[in-house]
């Protein structure tokens, strides 16, 4: 059933579509031309991103992060949960957060272990999902799951905000953006991140662990 939080999770999945095309093109576009419309823009004011398709990945990403929040927010007060979202709501989470850890990965700033460790824990969570499906069994999002999300978002819009605005932010947030409160923040976000992976992973085996027997 395609209702108002259903259709804000695939929103979700639009988003995603375009923080990877603005990213894409904000990489190729040095090599087309020098007047690219995602060419660097000039630090000549507060809050300047460094380039245009870094500024639309940005939003669209913090877009994407709000909707996670939005769209199970009014499934449950109008009670508009449905099995569908059950399902694709997790599956928006997980296509958001590993496109986001994988450019991360690309620019430096995130270990690729890190980022292999959680696309693993959602291709993982994704199967005994499905092991549950076939037995009649829709699992949701449990709160370890939601809090791993929630972690792992502010980390991602840390650090983008960190690659986008960090040249232009006026002080203090300029400091904070580089310095190193900043970097012991990312790093307590990533940490706290790699723990709720496991943990959530593990806890969602142990929850299975009838379908997997089966």
Known sequence: MLNLPNTITLVRIILVIVFAVALAIDGV???????SPMETMPNNGWFVPVTVGNCIALWAFVAGAISD??????ARKY?????FG?????LAD???????????TYVGMCPFWVTILIIFREFLVTGLRQLAVE??????????GKWKTGIQLAYCIACLVHLGYAASLPEPLHSLSVGPIAEWMRAIFLWASVILTLW???????????????
């Open 69 to 74: 929040f939005l769209d199970g927010y009014l």
């Open 79 to 83: 009670n508009l949960v449905t099995n």
């Open 200 to 214: 959530s992973g593990l806890h969602y085996c142990i929850t299975s662990r009838s379908f997997l027997r089966g």
């Open 94 to 104: 997980k296509i958001l957060v590993s496109a986001a850890f994988i450019y991360l």
């Open 86 to 90: 059950k399902l694709i709501d997790p």
């Open 29 to 35: 576009a040095p090599f087309i031309n020098g007047d």
């Open 135 to 144: 037995k009649g069994v829709v699992m949701a999002a449990d709160r370890s």
